[in-house]
């Protein structure tokens, strides 16, 4: 069963602009993780944000956890035509497995 | 440092046949997890084996099986397969326990059931 849920399920914007996508989930967790796919491909790590921690950055990436409202975001600056691809929430469980969400679809037009 | 491989890449099996997929992980990771991932129920865990051991399972039959060995590789293997076993099959290797580090994910093996 999935653990995160991600919105939207899709996303369209231009290039240049910013890409929020959210992330909730049920249980309590150690950590949170977002992961960023290509169409049909491997997932690629983006950022680990452990649940004492309330903003990370990398890059043109920001994430933000909000422990409390069980809720976590991704923002995207300035975003690129090569940030195209589905971006997935994980976290993981009492059990320390890892959950994924549905995904967000992000398309970004030149 | 090598990234996380699998084979086949591709594989196309009929119903009631078996496959067997393979994952090596990145060298030093002990830990290798494997999912499913299909258009409609997403990336679900299969199973993480750690130090050759079956750490946890997700919710599947029990035809999904698998195995690690000393060197870390992992092999995981569907029985009698049904058409709705088609779909993206990743491993995700990682230093740690997959829940705890960061895991490093292959390119996946796109298994189709005819």
């Known amino acids: 069963s999935q653990q995160g849920e991600e919105d939207p399920q899709a996303l369209s914007i231009q290039e240049g602009e910013n890409a929020t996508m959210n992330c909730s989930y049920k249980t309590s967790i150690n950590n949170l993780q977002w992961y960023r796919q290509n169409s049909g491909r491997g997932l690629v790590h983006l950022i680990l944000?452990?649940?004492?921690?309330r903003e990370k950055h990398s890059g043109r990436l920001r994430v933000t956890l909000d422990t409390s409202k069980k809720s976590s975001s991704l923002l995207i600056t300035a975003s690129r035509a090569a940030d195209t691809a589905s971006y997935f929430c994980?976290?993981?469980?009492?059990?320390?497995?890892?959950?994924f969400g549905a995904g967000t679809r992000l398309t970004v037009k030149p | 440092k090598a990234g996380v491989t699998q084979t086949p890449r591709y594989l196309i099996k009929t119903r009631g046949q078996q496959v067997t997929l393979s994952c090596s992980p990145i060298?030093?990771?002990?830990?290798v997890s494997w999912y499913q991932q299909t258009p409609g129920q997403g990336l679900q865990f299969l199973f993480e084996y750690f130090s050759e051991t079956q750490r946890n399972k997700g919710n599947f039959p029990g035809r999904f099986s698998g195995r690690q060995f000393s060197n870390s590789r992992s092999e995981m293997n569907v029985s009698t397969l049904e058409l709705g076993d088609s779909a993206l099959y990743l491993c995700?290797?990682?230093?740690?326990?997959?829940?705890?580090?960061?895991?490093?994910f292959g390119p996946g093996t796109r298994l189709t059931v005819l």
């Open positions: 944000i452990r649940s004492n921690e």
């Open positions: 994980a976290t993981d469980d009492n059990n320390n497995d890892m959950r």
């Open positions: 060298s030093g990771h002990r830990s």
């Open positions: 995700a290797s990682s230093l740690l326990q997959g829940g705890t580090d960061t895991q490093y």
